[in-house]
């Protein structure tokens, strides 16, 4: 992928993630407006990624990173809802790249990260089942169209399965696609 079909690629999320926001003003569907407005600033993390840590990510990684925050968003216009696989794969794809970060983090330092992967991705995916809960029961009793919706301890644990996917995927594949990442600086 060379630096102008990355560039046409993050502007085509960006103006991606605009129209979920104006799809969900017009529906008044707080949960859109408010996941497309923090799914833009997540595409700028790769960028800041890159500035703040001195690391070079590959283009592909870029758009890999962006296109998590764009399937977050149009979720939530419907396919969370209609289509079975969506919140599946949203997590796999999320929980790979938080398992990506650890994964890359680990070998910098030296540390195996197989247990590190693993814990965080486990961890943080519990957390994010408990806020995801917190808020909707927050805003249903409020009355408020809650941002985030939980959809029962079925669906609690199909999502921290999938989060374990993505880790264990990141721990099969992390030397090969992160290999650049990982090698001390």
Not at 83 to 92: A, E, G, S, V, Y
Request: aromatic share 10%; net charge positive.
């Amino acid at each position: 992928m060379n630096a102008s079909t990355e560039c046409r690629t993050k502007r085509g999320i960006r103006y991606a993630l605009f129209a979920v926001f104006v799809v969900g003003l017009r529906r008044r569907d707080a949960g859109a407006v408010a996941n497309a407005a923090v799914a833009t600033i997540g595409t700028f993390l790769p960028d800041l990624a890159e500035r703040a840590y001195d690391i070079e990510l590959r283009p592909w990684q870029r758009v890999y990173i962006r296109s998590a925050m764009l399937t977050h968003a149009i979720g939530m216009l419907g396919p969370y809802d209609d289509i079975r696989w969506w919140d599946h794969l949203t997590h796999m794809h999320s929980s790979s790249i938080l398992g990506g970060v650890v994964f890359a983090i680990s070998r910098r330092r030296g540390r195996d990260p197989r247990p590190r992967v693993v814990a965080v991705v486990v961890c943080l995916g519990l957390l994010w089942e408990l806020v995801e809960y917190a808020v909707h029961t927050a805003g249903n009793r409020l009355g408020f169209e809650p941002v985030l919706v939980s959809y029962g301890t079925k669906d609690t644990v199909l999502d921290l399965v999938f989060d374990l996917i993505g880790a264990l995927l990141v721990l099969a594949f992390g030397d090969r696609v992160l290999g650049d990442l990982a090698a001390d600086a």
